[in-house]
């Protein structure tokens, strides 16, 4: 799953830059925050769960409620600090 993200990420990377350089500044905003809405509600009305499936096979149905939390702790830390993180990284 990691060398997927990692694949797409420096694809789409270099896609992002070219379509920034084309539409400028605001418009690979605007369609950045337009793809994410997309992709966010193309999720939402998905019929299967799958992938929640998969992650819950994994455990036993006796540890499937921690490794949940665990993951659901750290993808909350991620959401929440990755920016501010982020912009004290960049402002040094």
Request: proline content about 2%; overall charge positive.
């Amino acid at each position: 799953m990691a060398i997927t993200y990692l694949l797409a990420a420096c694809t789409f990377t270099l896609l992002y830059g070219c379509l920034y350089n084309v539409l400028g500044r605001r418009g690979a905003n605007q369609t950045a925050v337009i793809a994410a809405a997309l992709g966010t509600t193309a999720c939402g009305f998905s019929r299967n769960m799958e992938p929640s499936i998969i992650t819950s096979d994994m455990d036993s149905l006796r540890s499937r409620g921690l490794t949940q939390l665990v993951s659901s702790i750290f993808s909350g830390l991620g959401l929440g600090l990755g920016g501010p993180v982020g912009g004290l990284v960049s402002d040094r």
